[in-house]
């Protein structure tokens, strides 16, 4: 099965305002619950996952808005955002001025989002398909937005950015309390109200983190 990603993306999203962060626009999905049965039903059968890449999740917004707001943190360093989905925190570190973006995801799909996005942004960034842990290609910033939502995945992420931290690297993670969230790794730097989607989400507003991995 031959996938143009490109314009499927394009066929089941619409290009707007992302609520907490209104500079970046973004290819979104309008009916969360369809583009989801429609992505298990059309591509679910050759494995491919959810489309995670189609949302401003509730880490991602408050990330891209610390970013921002605090463009002294990013301007003229190198970034990367770990899975990054539609991209939005990568398209916040590279207006916030950094020197260079990578965006890195698992999914095919994460990769030509953020190709789309990026261009409606006016924005370049570097965006690949892969797992980036156990990599380290010097970066300076390390973003990840929502992470902490599965056992395995936290562990996996956390140990490979905790030595990048220790190193004394910033690794910043936006999340809104997930069950995995270590909070006594983490330095809180901002708190938002931050509006999700209500279909995937327990709440239409969700009060979401700001973090700084000390270790």
């Not at 969360?32 to 995670?52: C, N, V």
Request: with cysteine; net charge negative.
């Amino acid at each position: 099965m031959i996938l143009d990603r490109a314009a499927f993306i394009r066929d089941n999203t619409r290009l707007l305002a992302v609520p907490h962060a209104p500079e970046i626009r973004l290819h979104l999905a309008d009916e969360a619950t369809t583009l989801w049965q429609k992505t298990e039903d059309e591509l679910g059968s050759i494995g491919l996952p959810p489309p995670f890449w189609a949302f401003a999740w509730a880490g991602g917004q408050a990330l891209a808005r610390y970013v921002l707001d605090q463009p002294a943190l990013i301007a003229g360093k190198s970034v990367l955002d770990v899975a990054t989905g539609s991209g939005l925190v990568a398209i916040a570190a590279a207006k916030a001025g950094a020197s260079r973006v990578s965006a890195v995801d698992i999914d095919a799909f994460a990769e030509v989002a953020v190709a789309l996005n990026a261009a409606a942004n006016g924005v370049a960034i570097e965006a690949r398909t892969g797992d980036p842990t156990g990599t380290d290609d010097g970066w300076q910033v390390i973003l990840a937005g929502d992470i902490c939502y599965q056992r395995d995945m936290t562990q996996a992420m956390l140990g490979w950015l905790g030595p990048i931290a220790a190193a004394g690297r910033t690794v910043l993670i936006g999340d809104p309390g997930r069950t995995y969230l270590p909070r006594e790794r983490l330095e809180k730097l901002a708190e938002y109200e931050v509006p999700v989607t209500r279909a995937l989400e327990d709440l239409e507003i969700k009060r979401t983190g700001v973090w700084r991995l000390i270790a």
